[in-house]
């Protein structure tokens, strides 16, 4: 490890590569953000109306070292060392690489649903129930057995061309170190891994006709000597320790402080709500999932493929100012009384994950009238959402018991106080929002610290803000849910049936 000097301070560097943006983060020995050390870089995956959501893996890897560029160089110009190399990366997404490392597919992304037919046919042929015990992760569009099956289906030829599938997390690292390996935490995430032993799962592997070397081997620790490109392109970071990537939602519980007896709920692109948990037997009922951190700790919940996402599609579709009249669209939509719209929104731009696993589904607004306003649109999306996170929140009571406290972050809560209001009144429970917004680099630092022997990780009572539930609100909620549940039954479950 490098020594400090007087004038040198040290740092771990965080990259946290989302759905949509890509940041690199400075954070001290203690898991605090370094002021004016982040960079933050967005970018877009390339979506069409047949579901796909994709991006080409190599300019994905461009994106990421171009954000590391731009970190260093304010790090040099501030005078800091990096200790150590954290990543956290999206769960769940896929390529194929050759017998020379080069991509034979583009990245397919969690929520690309091209493959939902092929989810259902592992259903029919499997035994489904059993093996969402053993992996964690049900017969869905966003895991890689339906991926897999169907890229190989649609392109047979790529079954003789294959010679690794992997996640982005994977590819990044094939590049920076020249070495096929994954993380307890990403393999966890695909379907294929047997959560319980902690390996990849023969049975399931065998019955998609590929192979167990085909997959990266599961690596436990840290890559130290960068590739001599990399090496060259930064001096300081080539032979300290790089931690394998680990998956967002795992490094968001950490980052959030949220690892006690609580639960976390996250709004950015997409929602989750998840828990972390050291227990070995528990039964996962059939709407939630469990991945892991590492060997010792899972993470328990389930998840919404749109969420900050339908948000921000509902203001540019219904073409919202952000300013009316001198007021702010938050305002705007402060004004409006619960469910005083009548309106009825299935959020499912991307099908749905959590609870009920059905990648077809679409999403609607019932109840439009004449004197339906835009706004009211907006704020039945918001509605829409937090009725989702108490379906799944009644189904994490019913397995791990009622929290301490549920810790919010993600951006859809920290640029809007409405939201988070609507979520408290919604769940009946108040909602502490955590102090650290950008919990999914944090989580990744913390990590690497608790790694280093430099931390232990402990709950904290830091909240940006705590929004207490309303009586009279959640009453009024109460009986719109009943009113979701009921069209949700209708539009989703009877059609997929």
């Known amino acids: 490890m490098q020594q400090e000097n007087s004038t040198e301070k040290s740092l771990v560097c965080a990259i946290d590569i989302g759905t949509s943006s890509i940041r690199v983060s400075g954070f001290d020995k203690i898991g605090n953000a370094i002021q004016g050390l982040s960079i933050q870089n967005y970018y877009q995956m390339s979506i069409s109306l047949d579901g796909a959501v994709e991006i080409p893996a190599e300019e994905l890897f461009r994106k990421v070292t171009d954000s590391l560029d731009q970190f260093l160089a304010k790090l040099i110009a501030k005078n800091y060392l990096v200790l150590a190399v954290g990543v956290s990366t999206i769960w769940h997404s896929l390529l194929a690489i050759d017998f020379q490392g080069s991509p034979l597919t583009p990245l397919i992304s969690w929520n690309d649903t091209r493959s939902s037919a092929f989810a259902k046919k592992l259903r029919e042929t499997n035994d489904e129930i059993a093996l969402h015990q053993v992996t964690g992760c049900r017969f869905h569009a966003s895991y890689w057995p339906a991926k897999i099956s169907w890229l190989l289906d649609k392109t047979p030829s790529l079954k003789r061309k294959v010679k690794y599938w992997l996640s982005f997390g994977d590819y990044l690292f094939l590049r920076f170190f020249g070495e096929i390996a994954t993380s307890i935490s990403l393999a ?5 891994f047997n959560r319980h032993l902690c390996e990849w799962d023969k049975q399931v592997v065998e019955n ?12 436990e620790t840290p890559f130290y000597s960068l590739k001599k490109e990399f090496a060259t392109r930064w001096p300081m970071l080539s032979t300290i320790p790089w931690y394998l990537p680990l998956g967002d939602g795992a490094c968001s519980n950490i980052g959030s402080d949220c690892f006690d007896n609580s639960f976390a709920l996250m709004i950015g692109t997409s929602g989750a ?6 227990q070995t037997n528990i039964v996962l009922p059939e709407g939630l999932w469990s991945y892991r951190i590492d060997r010792k700790r899972s993470v328990i919940g389930g998840a919404m493929s749109n969420a900050g996402n339908l948000f921000a599609w509902l203001k540019t579709i219904l073409n919202l100012p952000t300013e009316t009249l001198g007021q702010t669209l938050e305002q705007e939509l402060k004004q409006i009384n619960p469910d005083s719209h009548r309106l009825t929104i299935l959020p499912f731009l991307s099908g749905e994950r959590s609870l009920g696993w059905h990648d077809n589904a679409r999403g609607a607004i019932i109840g439009l009238q004449l004197s339906t306003k835009p706004i009211e649109i907006l704020r039945a999306g918001l509605e829409a959402i937090a009725y989702q996170f108490l379906l799944i929140y009644e189904e994490m009571v019913k397995t791990l018991g009622i929290p301490d406290k549920i810790i919010a972050t993600g951006g859809g809560l920290y640029n809007s106080e409405v939201w988070g209001e609507i979520i408290a009144d919604v769940l009946g429970k108040p909602l502490y929002v955590s102090h650290h917004s950008e919990a999914s680099s944090r989580g990744a630092a913390l990590l690497v610290l608790e790694n280093l022997n430099l931390l232990e990780l402990l709950p904290n ?5 705590i929004y207490l539930p309303k009586l009279e609100n959640k009453e009024v909620y109460q ?11 209708k539009l989703v479950v009877d059609n997929m049936a």
Do not use: D
Not at 208 to 219: A, F, G
């Open 461 to 465: 009572n830091n909240f940006e803000k």
């Open 208 to 219: 998609l006709s590929i192979e167990v070397n085909q997959l990266p081997k599961i690596v």
């Open 479 to 489: 009986k719109a849910f009943r009113r979701y549940q009921l069209c949700y039954e």
């Open 188 to 192: 966890s995430g695909t379907g294929l």
């Open 273 to 278: 709500m998840r828990a972390v948990s050291s």
